[in-house]
């Protein structure tokens, strides 16, 4: 079989090489992959800035799906031709995380996803929403979740708003996932292109960043003074301080990403008068990703994303560094 790994670290190093097809072992399945997606955390992975001290060679990518293609002794939830995903930690299955839990993260702790065939542990697998491609499916075990648990995370009530950062794959399905649960959202991008395809997903209102950079103020405009009830952070350090003058009293940052380096100084005491809940998202269990799933599978939600051979992955990493995409990349198994 075909994998993609990296022996050193850069996007120059990833290769595609020849490895003996897996079988499953006791409790194990072999998935015959059809479709990866790729995160931010992806590119941070090959280029060695994740966890420098990663043992190489490395096979990367979280996330995945394809069908059984053979099961071991024992394995139960699930037959041959089931369609499935793996889940991102493949420890975490339930409850709060520990130490323990979020060990064995696909393509950083062990080999990722980005090969024709993998075997994982029956309780590293989940069944996928009938009505999703394989496509759509290798979107959610990253992204997905981690949105989903940014939205519980607010505990919001019908009419709350939210305010997402940009486009990306997490931003988009924190779009998705509140107009399911019936809040309002607000969106900044630096693209008024991007923005207008978020409209049309069910955006409120939008801002180009680059355009006005105190968006801040626009999101308190917006709010009638208040401030955003839930902000979906993916910028990091350099967003942060605006997030938090964007808030509500008493509000929640869900903080996810670390796209942007330092700027103005950490406002400490604007977390102290505006009593914020800042709550750091690492993805999430299994059983998170069930429920996300059922709530998917309920409303017919159809995850964004552009497509590509995986063949040109290369390419499609350099879309990512530039963030010229919207929604997922999305990557098929050829």
Known sequence: ????????????????VEQLTPQPGPGEVLVKIHAISFNYRDLMVIKGLYNPKMRLPRIPC????GEVAAIGDGVTAFKVGDRVAGIFMQNWLDGPPTPDKVKGALGGDIDGMMAEYVVLKESGLVA???????????????????????LAAGNLKPGAT???????????????????????????????GKLDRAHSLGLAAGLNYRE??????????????????????????????RSLRALRM???????????????????????????????????????????????ALAELRPVLESFPWAEAHAVLARMEAASHFGKLVLKVA
């Not at 998705?176 to 959202?185: I, N, P, S, T």
Request: aromatic content about 6%.
């Open 62 to 65: 979280s996330d995945g799906a």
């Open 162 to 192: 939210v305010l997402i950062l940009g486009t990306g794959g997490v931003s988009i399905f924190a779009l998705q996932f509140a107009r399911m649960m019936g809040l309002r959202v607000l969106g900044i991008s630096g693209s008024q």
């Open 212 to 241: 006005t950079p105190d968006w801040d103020r626009w999101v308190l405009d917006q709010t009638g003074g208040e401030g955003a009830d839930l902000v979906v952070e993916v910028g990091g350090i350099g967003t942060l301080p």
């Open 128 to 150: 996928v929403p009938s009505h999703l491609s394989y496509e759509e499916a290798a979107t959610l075990p990253c992204a997905a979740v981690t949105a989903w648990n940014a």
């Open 1 to 16: 079989m075909r994998v993609a790994q990296i022996a050193a670290f850069g996007v120059d190093s990833l290769r595609f």
């Open 250 to 296: 008493g509000g929640v940052i869900a903080q996810i990403g670390v796209l942007t380096g330092p700027s103005d100084p950490l406002p400490l005491p604007l977390i102290l008068h505006k009593q914020a809940h800042i709550r750091g998202m690492y993805v999430g269990s299994r059983r998170d990703f069930l429920e996300m799933n059922r709530a998917i």
